[in-house]
């Protein structure tokens, strides 16, 4: 029904977690590596890129124009498989707090020739999007293909509709038990969305969780409601009605571990990054996963999970980069001059 390009590997698997080395007393705790993607990089956004860019192929596209925050995975992860395809990515970007772990996906980028435009305003990257779009057009003579943050468009959650069944069928095959409660990292929606459709079509009622990572502006409960709404629109003009879950997905939505501001470590999230990465061999970035993991870890301790079954969607596809360690080699021999000068300041921080 949809056109698909394969550069996932499909399934990936689920790990189990020693629940005695954390409180709450859970019945189980699992963890859904969708980190393991692909190779090098994997993380939730190939799933997305499978059916967006087997559709960009199909229409005989040149070029992709997507967003994210300046260190965004998504637009690696984009720029890396358009790349691999024969296509261009440019990446329309927005500050964020200068990390290590910024500076090495900007030099990801760069190193898949991909076109990085930095603005500082929201109202900035729609005036540089029409300019993007015009030059990829007369250029190529076909339009480039526009791709939302995340990858979070109706065809890219078709992805993660494809990875709640395939949850559901490791589950039928003893892999995991069923969970009473799934975490998920809360960014631009599409992974939240696609898992409770896939999950509820395999006749699943599994409570998602999903855990703010962005600023409101971005994702919130009403934004998370009309992103349920288009999925289900998008189904049901080819025929497929999403079961009607007992609670509302946007009724889950948990904003109390944002922290500071986009991609900034809280006392919470680095507690869970050392947990996940010395007992459940995870590792977590600063940005979405710690934030999400630190969510279920507080439940825990609270006597919310109790004897409750419960799966953690690992959703990084990075670099194994602590936030404290020095930057990323690839880094240190970057040709300054290929650099927007708006962007050199990443750079610049992470080389300190």
């Known amino acids: 029904m949809f056109p698909c390009e394969s550069i996932a590997t499909l399934p990936t698997p689920v790990t189990s977690f020693d629940v005695s080395t954390i409180p709450g007393e859970l019945a189980s705790l699992h963890i859904k590596r969708d980190d393991q993607t692909a190779a090098p990089f994997g993380g939730n956004k190939i799933r997305k890129l499978e059916f967006i860019l087997g559709e960009a192929r199909e229409e005989g596209r040149r ?10 995975n998504h637009c690696v992860a984009t720029a890396r498989a358009a790349h691999a395809m024969g296509m261009h990515t440019t990446s329309l970007l927005l500050p964020q707090t200068p990390t290590p772990y910024v500076a090495q996906n900007l030099a ?18 729609v005036v540089a999007l029409a300019k993007a779009w015009l030059t990829g057009l007369a250029r190529d003579k076909v339009a480039p293909k526009v791709v939302p943050a995340g990858g979070s468009s109706s065809l890219g959650m078709i992805g993660y509709v494809n990875a709640g069944l395939e949850l559901a069928e490791q589950i039928s095959e003893g892999d995991c038990p069923r969970p009473d409660a799934l975490y998920v990292a809360l960014g631009s929606g599409g992974t939240a969305v696609g898992l409770q459709a896939g999950l509820a079509l395999a006749g699943m009622d599994v409570k998602v969780v999903s855990v703010l990572v962005v600023e ?11 992103k349920q709404r288009q999925l289900a629109s998008f189904l049901a003009a ?15 939505v948990r904003e109390e571990f944002f922290g500071p501001g986009y991609g900034e470590p809280t006392s919470e999230s680095e507690e869970a990054r050392e947990i996940a ?8 970035d600063a940005a979405y996963t710690s ?3 630190a969510a279920l870890l507080a439940d825990a301790r609270a006597g919310a999970l109790r004897d409750r079954h419960v799966v953690f969607w690992h959703t990084y596809g990075g670099p194994r980069q ?3 360690t020095p930057p990323f080699e690839g880094t240190a021999s ?5 650099v927007p000068r708006s962007l050199r300041m990443y750079f610049e921080s992470a080389r300190r």
Not at 216 to 226: C, E, I, Q, V
Not at 334 to 338: F, L, V
Request: positive net charge.
């Open 238 to 252: 080819r025929g497929l009605s999403l079961p009607v879950s007992r609670e509302a997905l946007s009724t889950r």
């Open 277 to 284: 990465e010395t007992q459940g061999d995870a590792f977590l």
């Open 322 to 324: 602590a936030s404290s």
């Open 63 to 72: 070029e992709i124009i997507t967003f994210g925050f300046a260190g965004s």
């Open 216 to 226: 409101g502006r971005y994702m919130s409960a009403a934004k998370l409601a009309r």
């Open 108 to 125: 990801l980028g760069l190193e898949a020739g991909a076109t990085l435009v930095h603005r500082r305003t929201t109202a900035g990257l």
């Open 334 to 338: 970057i040709d300054m001059e290929r």
């Open 291 to 293: 934030k999400g993991f």
